[in-house]
């Protein structure tokens, strides 16, 4: 089976720190993703990966940044974390087909609380 | 940009009755996926679609996409409490490998 582990369950941290989520996936998939997901609003993406090193933005890229040195791990940094900021986070993964997209996986989701 | 709606937002329905849940796309999708997340957890695959008016079954799930592949329709058949949770449609943004989500449709269901 297909794993899309994400270091932490619930974090709280305060305002103004810097934050790193982790993401880590088993099978080798060459798109990684983060989204945030609040009630409402669906989910929104915030950055995605295609392949080491590389990385788009997505809809909501604003005070956010990311990271992918290694195939399998994509991280979600918060620069400087604010209120606004508190919501689920989730990271997904997938192959990368020529012809359209192929099924996500996703984390367990990061609940963050910024206070 | 591209934006991917639901509707409705919330259903409530009695057990046994049926649920239809649309999704309509701005733009021209090349391909459709359906997932379900259940309540505390994440989304998870359901089915794509890619051909123009193509029909999917899934036991009691019946998956549509439409002529133009502009909208998608999930219709659950005799809901049961095991259907709850939230179906969110998606497709690609045009010429990226980015999934845009639908804003999802939460389903409840009445004993």
């Known amino acids: 089976d297909v794993k899309v582990t994400q270091s932490s369950r619930y974090l709280v941290k305060r305002t103004g720190e810097k934050v790193f989520l982790e993401c880590v996936q088993d099978m080798d998939h060459e798109n990684m993703f983060w989204y945030r997901q609040d009630p409402g609003l669906g989910l929104r993406l915030i950055y995605f990966?295609?392949?080491?090193?590389?990385?788009e933005k997505g809809d909501i890229p604003e005070g956010y940044s990311v990271s992918r040195e290694k195939k399998e791990r994509f991280s979600l940094i918060l620069e400087s974390a604010s209120t606004n900021q508190t919501s689920m986070y989730l990271c997904?993964?997938?192959?990368?087909?020529?012809?359209?997209?192929?099924?996500?996986?996703f984390g367990q989701g990061t609940r963050l609380t910024v206070v | 940009g591209q934006q991917v709606m639901q509707i409705p937002q919330y259903q409530h329905v009695q057990e046994g009755e049926d649920f239809t849940t649309y999704c309509n796309s701005s733009t021209t999708l090349s391909n459709i996926q359906w997932y379900k997340q259940r309540p505390g957890g994440h989304p998870v695959f359901l089915i794509q679609l890619v051909k123009s008016g193509e029909v999917k079954k899934q036991k009691r799930l019946t998956f549509q996409f439409g002529e133009a592949k502009k909208n998608s329709s999930l219709h659950i058949t005799a809901t049961q409490t095991t259907d709850v949770g939230t179906y969110f449609c998606a497709g690609p943004t045009s010429g990226t490998y980015k999934y845009i989500f639908g804003t999802g449709t939460r389903l409840k269901v009445l004993a």
């Open positions: 997904a993964s997938s192959f990368r087909a020529t012809t359209f997209l192929t099924e996500a996986f």
């Open positions: 990966s295609y392949d080491v090193k590389m990385k």
